[in-house]
């Protein structure tokens, strides 16, 4: 029973992927290390008129929301609805974390920073002066190539179906060299190119083979797969079989999470518990 002062905080995404998500584990494993009282739901919204879901959001947070974490498919709806957007959420267009400060409904996006920051802080790497290869370039790629781009990586280049659409996205990389190259096309010397390689697709949830050629991965590569769910996908495997460091997406989804929690609640973040209630749920859900 929540008590007359419990905060609310939740998540918004269509209902399958809502349903899915570790974000309420690793949220409420943070409340539960750091002794807030706050609780963490989920906030299914079914409609997919931009329109609409910037209703839902500021309904909820007129109704009290503490703040709102936000996942696909209303990312991009999610910033059509905010009176100010922070940081990458501005060049990307896309927001992961709502707050509503002094009235204003303020968006911020910490993907790309969350990939950065368990990539250095965790991983070892260093994304500094990096070739980075991005598969991808819808919502989730947006976010990889800014973070990237401000982390000082030297040159981004994205793998997409319509490489000229993908050209618009190159002001998201800063200083960073930028190219896009056909998915269809002779991919084999930019995988080889790559010291960093990210998958921001979702081919590979259902057991897909990787859109690239994986005997190309050099062995002193990293190659992360942001899908988290099946924890090892056939592009993390083969990867590996590769001689090169290889993760699965829960590290970014737990390091994003960790920055949003700490702008919604000001409180720094336990990252270590809210590691076990990702796993935690993860188990549980298999």
């Not at 991009?76 to 609805?81: H, L």
Request: charged share 15%; no cysteine; proline share 5%.
């Amino acid at each position: 029973m929540l008590s007359g002062t419990t905060r609310v905080a939740g998540l918004v995404g269509g209902p399958r992927q809502v349903s899915r998500s570790l974000s309420p584990a690793i949220h409420n494993a943070a409340y539960a290390a750091t002794g807030l009282d706050w609780v963490y739901v989920g906030f299914p919204v079914e409609v997919t008129d931009d329109e609409e879901v910037a209703f839902a959001i500021r309904g909820l947070l007129d109704a009290g929301v503490a703040g709102l974490n936000v996942t696909m498919p209303h990312k991009r709806a999610a910033a059509s609805a905010m009176d100010r957007l922070v940081g990458p959420a501005e060049p990307v267009r896309a927001v992961n974390t709502v707050r509503l400060l002094h009235g204003e409904a303020v968006g911020w996006n910490t993907d790309g920073e969350g990939l950065v920051s368990f990539l250095t802080r965790e991983g070892g790497v260093v994304v500094a002066q990096a070739s980075v290869l991005v598969i991808g370039s819808g919502g989730s790629a947006r976010s990889v190539i800014a973070g990237m781009g401000a982390a000082g990586a030297s040159a981004i280049t994205v793998l997409a179906r319509d490489p000229e659409r993908a050209g618009a996205l190159a002001p998201l990389a800063g200083g960073a060299t930028f190219r896009a190259v056909a998915l269809d096309g002779y991919v084999t010397a930019a995988v080889a190119a790559a010291d960093l390689i990210v998958n921001a697709t979702p081919v590979g949830q259902q057991g897909e083979e990787p859109l690239i050629p994986t005997h190309a991965i050099r062995p002193d590569a990293v190659v992360v797969d942001l899908i988290y769910h099946p924890a090892e996908t056939i592009l993390v495997r083969e990867a590996a079989r590769q001689g090169a460091v290889a993760f699965g997406g829960l590290g970014m989804l737990v390091h994003q999470a960790a920055l949003a929690f700490e702008i919604l609640t000001g409180v720094a973040a336990p990252v270590q518990a809210m590691w076990e209630g990702a796993r935690a749920a993860r188990t549980g859900s298999t």
